[in-house]
RNA sequence: GGUAACGUGGCCGAGUGGCUAGGCAGAGCUCUGCAAAAGCUCGUACAGCGGUUCGAAUCCGCUCGUUACCUCCA
């Protein structure tokens, strides 16, 4: 398991070389979708960009366990009113139970990814499910004399754990600069500092999400759950927690400092990884902006920005097609052009397959052979530094030069030895399809493809061809699918 | 205001001291019944100004512009 991959970690500021704690395994969490409404397509960065890490740490031959939860029990929406949970909001407007709501957006959700091609987590932890857990944590903060309680709710006393810790390693920040900047809000009087947050809610009486805890019924805070479940399922520590760079701070500072304050005063994870945030127009997408294209959207084109439907696989690879740690604006032009992009790498996929290396082949050219050599080597390289699958996507078109060329002949196959050629091959579809997670569209509709050949038929007919007539019959036969002559026209049934 | 980034050819987007990024769009050529696909060739890009250096898009400084975080957000 030696490689060289290296990735950037936000705690030092550095690319480090990756080294997991305990080879083989890999413990990956990731900071999944808060289901109270339609992921959009900010949303598809970062689950696109972990799950290219995670296929590529598999490809390296790491055992990966992937933790991405499911955040249902709602965020504090900390606007002007003092705070009302967004699932319970929704819920209460549209008369469902606040599970039914959690449902519908999860299952929107995972049909999504599933249309990514985002492979599913190996454990989907919901916070509402892990209530018990984020009690126990709580309870062990305030053993450790970290938090206090103060109503029925329980908050994390920042500046205390400021003392032996440092909060803020992570977003850079310094607690004095912090408490200077502090907007007066609402409903903080239970706070001693303004820097505290909650760990634990005490519920107001019309608030119907809600459990018993040792100090009032209520409801856990809104970075308590991943610190719970990535503990629970990885470890106390563990090699990797990736995330949006909009939650570096306050969510991962604060997961740190739960994590830090509950148990043996380790990192919950070695490195953190944060992708950058897609914009359009040069502004962040996003929920509160009430900017942001959802994922269906997308797939349909029904949304006044859109001048098309974008296919899943053209999104994956309008992705793809930036390194993870810039911005990427969004464009009609920039999907437009990715839709060509990626059909290009398709089509070489479609040419590689039908490539067949010619048998006695004498002919190898030393040139050849090291050029393509090193066009195939170059492939997966720049995904070892960093991540870099823009680049890994550029050596790609590259080597499709080449193979195109082998296709139409321009280049001889025998000029490079069988070795080399098998190699070529199995690195560019490995890359393509296992690591990118790229896959071929069905882009072509069987019912328009049926309607051509039914034309050929008619005029077929029409002209009393029969010898093609009973072509294309049997043709069709063929494929399970029989032709129906009628007087009104003609049909097609399934044979039955 | 504090902190952190960014500014690359028509568009998107890699690159962080010397070596062609790549895609899309555009022009020309080859191939071709026509077309498409594919291949080849082409654009003398690095916000501005100054500095370091034999050499800078890449390092340093200043200026201008844009953004993010500081409040829920991927």
Redesign the pocket.
Known sequence: MNHPLSLYNTLT?TKEKFEPLQPPFVGLYV????VY?H?????A??YITFDVLRRYLQHVGYKVRYVRNI?DVG?????ADHGED?IQKLAKASQLEPMEVVQQFTNSFHQDMARLNVTPPDIEPRASGHIIEQIEMIQEILDNGLAYESNGSVYFDVPAYNQGHNYGKL????IE??L????E?EGQEEKRS?LD?ALWKKASPTHIMRWSSPWSEGFPG?HLECSAMSRKYLGQQFDIHG?????????HECEIAQSQASHNHTDAARFWVH?????IN????????GN?ITLGELFTGKHELLQQAYSPMTVRF?IL?????????F?N??L???R??YL?VM?GLRILDQLQYPTGATAVDAKAEEEIKKLTAELFA?LA??L?T??A??????L??????M??G?FKLETISEETFKQMRTEFRTLVQGVLGLKEEQTTDAQALLNVVLGFYKEAKEVKDYAKVDVIRAQLKGQGIVIKDMKTGIDWAYEE
């Open positions: 500021r900071c999944g979708p808060t409404g992921a959009h397509l900010g949303h960065r970062p955040t965020h504090l929406q900390n606007d967004k977003s850079g920040r310094v600069d912090l200077a900047n502090t907007r809000l303004p947050f809104w995330g949006g760079l909009d939650l570096m701070f306050p969510h992708n950058n945030l897609i914009t040069g502004k962040k997408m996003g929920k509160s902006l942001f309008f097609q930036a390194h993870y740690r810039s911005t990427l604006d464009s032009e920039g437009q052009a990715a060509k992009g290009k089509n720049p530094d960093d870099n823009a680049k996507i550029a050596n790609l078109f590259n499709l030069k080449k193979i195109n060329s296709h139409t321009g």
